[in-house]
């Protein structure tokens, strides 16, 4: 495991003349750890309205699905559900990457369940990501390079681009970085614990409520518990320093 600095300038960073060594990313704008990630956590997902746009689709669908029984219908009002979020977003002359997400992932769903025939094959690529997710982080994380660690790192382009490991240096960015991807492990497993029987049964109609349930709902709640670990925790940037 890679130890964070102390008091040796990283080479290509200044000091600041207490010891201290920063990198491009300027870590002394953060009393603590969890300051940091709060801060790039939010520019990640987009905040709160990237999130709900996200999930959106997901929900019309569920519920075309619901009153009609017709995949085709339900995945017409899915994409008319992205186009509608894509115009207020372009209307609005704001970002619209994250509605770009939702479009590919309706567009992957559409072509899942076209194919077969079957809608419960709607689900499937999403179940798919989930398990590849989990394989993902619970392997990164066994192996102390944590996921939330790059999402740091990519927030600063240009620290990335010179080093995409270099916060790395910072045990304390692996260790907060590796407690928040265990909650997204654990919420993985409870998707693919209940999604997947569901799946195997040809039990459409529980699969959109499970899939409703598990997505947006249970994404707030592991945003919570992140959040929650972020603003108890206390784990200085610098080891050499306490957070003020």
């Known amino acids: 495991m890679a130890e964070a600095d102390r008091g040796t300038p990283v080479p290509g960073s200044e000091s600041d003349g207490d010891?201290?060594?920063?990198?491009e990313a300027d870590l002394r704008r953060y009393e603590t750890v969890e300051e940091l990630l709060r801060d790039k956590l939010s520019e990640a997902i987009g905040g709160w309205r990237g999130a709900i746009e996200s999930a959106l689709p997901v929900v019309a669908f569920t519920i075309a699905?619901?009153?009609?029984?017709?995949?085709?219908?339900?995945?017409?009002?899915?994409?008319?559900?992205?186009?509608l979020l894509l115009l207020v977003r372009l209307?609005?002359?704001?970002?619209?990457?994250?509605?770009?997400?939702?479009?590919?992932?309706?567009?992957?769903?559409?072509?899942?369940?076209?194919?077969?025939?079957?809608?419960?094959?709607?689900?499937?690529?999403?179940?798919?990501q989930n398990a590849?997710?989990?394989?993902?982080?619970?392997?990164?994380?066994?192996?102390?390079?944590?996921?939330?660690?790059?999402?740091?790192?990519?927030?600063?382009?240009?620290?990335?681009?010179?080093?995409?490991t270099w916060w790395r240096r910072h045990a304390g960015i692996i260790t907060?970085?590796?407690r928040l991807t265990w909650v997204l492990i654990a919420l993985n497993v409870l998707r693919l614990a209940i999604m997947v029987p569901l799946y195997v049964a040809e039990q459409v109609s529980a699969l959109g409520v499970a899939k409703v349930v598990l997505g947006f709902p249970a994404y707030l709640l592991a945003v919570t518990a992140m959040g929650a670990i972020l603003l108890r925790?206390?784990?200085?940037?610098?080891?050499?320093?306490?957070p003020a």
Do not use: C
């Open 19 to 23: 010891g201290i060594a920063r990198s």
């Open 65 to 83: 699905w619901a009153r009609t029984q017709d995949l085709r219908t339900a995945l017409i009002v899915a994409g008319a559900g992205v186009v």
């Open 91 to 128: 209307v609005q002359r704001q970002d619209p990457r994250f509605i770009a997400y939702a479009a590919v992932g309706v567009a992957i769903s559409a072509f899942f369940a076209l194919r077969s025939g079957r809608a419960e094959d709607a689900f499937l690529p999403g179940m798919l």
């Open 132 to 164: 590849g997710l989990l394989v993902l982080f619970l392997v990164t994380n066994l192996a102390r390079w944590p996921l939330f660690g790059f999402v740091v790192g990519v927030a600063e382009p240009e620290a990335f681009a010179k080093d995409p």
């Open 176 to 178: 907060v970085a590796a």
């Open 233 to 242: 925790g206390h784990t200085p940037i610098d080891p050499n320093r306490a």
